[in-house]
């Protein structure tokens, strides 16, 4: 079964940058057809996909934090990192990492975006509180 975890600072202050690690157990992150996403949720707001990273290493990413949206992987610890540049109080929020399994026929148009926002996703990490705060 595979496991997501989290970590990464609690506390970042305005416009400086978030970095936060997603360590993959039980399966690997380059395992073909699974890609990995930052999904995050500001409290009492919906869930907000962030950007994802595929098995073949493309990164893909939403279109309202693209510009300041990294997402990175390292293959031998099995970690996928997301760094968020220029930090404001409106990115503080609880961010989870999760998994899709997505087959090759269903991935739609570049960038498919639409097809990571619109399917569940089958693994998830138990998230962690980020505060954006001077």
């Known amino acids: 079964q595979v496991e997501v975890q989290e970590s990464g600072p609690v506390l970042v202050k305005p416009s400086q940058t978030l970095s936060l690690t997603c360590t993959v157990s039980?399966?690997?992150?380059?395992?073909?057809?699974?890609?990995w996403s930052w999904v995050r949720q500001p409290q009492g707001k919906g869930l907000e996909w962030m950007g994802v990273i595929g098995y073949s290493g493309s990164t893909y990413y939403s279109p309202s934090r693209k510009s300041c949206t990294s997402i990175s992987r390292n293959t031998s610890k099995n970690q996928i990192t997301l760094q968020l540049t220029s930090v404001t109080p409106e990115d503080t929020a609880v961010y989870y990492c999760?998994?899709?399994?997505?087959?090759?026929?269903?991935?739609?148009?570049?960038?498919?975006?639409?097809?990571?926002?619109?399917?569940?996703?089958?693994?998830w990490g138990q998230g962690t509180q980020v505060t954006v705060s001077s």
């Open positions: 999760a998994g899709q399994n997505i087959p090759l026929e269903d991935l739609g148009p570049s960038p498919p975006i639409h097809t990571m926002t619109s399917r569940n996703f089958g693994s």
């Open positions: 039980g399966g690997s992150i380059t395992r073909s057809y699974y890609y």
